[in-house]
Nanobody
Framework: QVQLVQSGGGLVQAGGSLRLSCAASGRTFSSYVMGWFRQVPGNEREFVAGIRWTGSTPVYADSVKGRFTISKDNAKNTVYVQMNSLKPEDTAVYYC??????????????????WGQGTQVTVSS
């Protein structure tokens, strides 16, 4: 059984930084993609960033490019997203996810089969 356990998040002022972690267990993910998504009430879950376990160029949503960095520690089966220069519009519940999205890094939530529990990120102005 796959389990994704998230940590990090919280309240930060605009311009600040946070790091989210997602520890995966339960199987090997060598061909899978790890993604970060976020969701605000009333909106669909939005792709933030993704990276393949075996190593690839990460992909980012345009809204976070240059501010967020996704990384992974294969030995720890953990994926991170470092969020810098945070803006109030980054406020959301953030989710990590893992899925077999094929040869590309998927950007749609339905492409991912396993999800973390979500963590709130609130950026105050």
């Amino acid at each position: 059984q796959v389990q994704l356990v998230q940590s990090g998040g919280g309240l930060v002022q605009a311009g600040g930084s946070l790091r989210l972690s997602c520890a995966a267990s339960g199987r090997t993910f060598s061909s899978y993609v790890m993604g970060w998504f976020r969701q605000v009430p009333g909106n669909e879950r939005e792709f933030v960033a993704g990276i393949r376990w075996t190593g690839s160029t990460p992909v980012y949503a345009d809204s976070v490019k240059g501010r967020f960095t996704i990384s992974k520690d294969n030995a720890k089966n953990t994926v991170y997203v470092q969020m810098n220069s945070l803006k109030p519009e980054d406020t959301a519940v953030y989710y990590c996810a893992v899925g077999d999205t094929g040869p590309r890094i998927g950007r749609r939530s339905w492409e991912y089969g396993y999800w973390g529990q979500g963590t709130q990120v609130t950026v105050s102005s």
